[in-house]
């Protein structure tokens, strides 16, 4: 591309030499402006990921990090790119949501948390709790279906690691019921930020009750 519009810079009129040498270095100036940002552009996409498999392995990676994925299906779903972006943002990386072959390899070398519990809960005030399990999977199944044995409303469910703890209170209202899990570093900041939750989010003015608390390591069973 340089070499062509610098010859046809030149063949413009023979007759003027200086001209011509001037047009051809604006002219080939543009050239090698047009072809560095065609580089980056096409480098920019050659850098997102797009391969199912790929973006498959990056939602299993982020769910097993605990960040909620949607479907594992391969397919940049926006609650994949959400949990991409809640990634990026505790990283303190741009939070585009963006899955890059970069950003592929910093989680392939993640660290996967191996001590897990979970809350599940439904409307009517149905429960199930686990802790001191390996993997995330199985916390959120052994609670869910704990949950289902005392419910027919589905069962929701919220997974914790490390020491971290979960709280889940329950409201009680004329025309509709609710529930509010959150977690904290601690089983008394579990429970403050799952107490504000719910008052903010029932719709009458009825009490929040406290159902259960569970921290991923099972020491809520000594308090």
Avoid at 34 to 53: Q, Y
Avoid at 71 to 92: D, V
Avoid at 213 to 219: E, L, S, T
Wanted: aromatic share 6%.
């Amino acid at each position: 591309m340089f070499v062509t519009f610098a010859r046809l810079a030149v063949c413009i009129d023979p007759d003027r030499p200086w001209m011509n040498m001037k047009n051809s270095i604006k002219i080939a100036t543009f050239a090698l402006v047009i072809t560095l940002g065609l580089t980056v552009s096409h480098a920019a996409k050659a850098d997102t990921v797009s391969d199912p498999d790929l973006i498959r392995q990056a939602q299993d990676i982020l769910y097993k990090l605990n960040y909620d994925v949607g479907e594992i299906n391969g397919q940049m779903t926006e609650e994949t790119r959400e949990a991409i972006r809640s990634y990026q943002r505790n990283k303190n990386l741009s939070d585009d949501g963006i899955l890059t072959v970069n950003l592929l390899l910093e989680l392939r070398d993640a660290r996967i948390p191996s001590t897990w519990g979970a809350i599940s809960a439904a409307v009517d005030g149905a429960w199930g709790a686990t802790w001191n399990y390996n993997d995330r999977l199985t916390a959120e199944r052994e609670a869910k279906q704990e949950c289902a044995k005392n419910t027919e409303h589905p069962c929701d469910v919220v997974a914790v690691h490390g020491d971290n703890c979960l709280a889940l209170y329950h409201w009680n209202g004329k025309e509709r019921w609710g529930w509010a899990i959150r977690t904290g570093a601690s089983i008394d900041k579990a429970k403050l930020e799952s107490l504000q939750h719910c008052r903010s989010n029932r719709t009458e003015n009825v009490p929040c009750d406290l159902r259960t608390v569970a921290c991923a390591n099972g020491r809520h069973k000594t308090n």
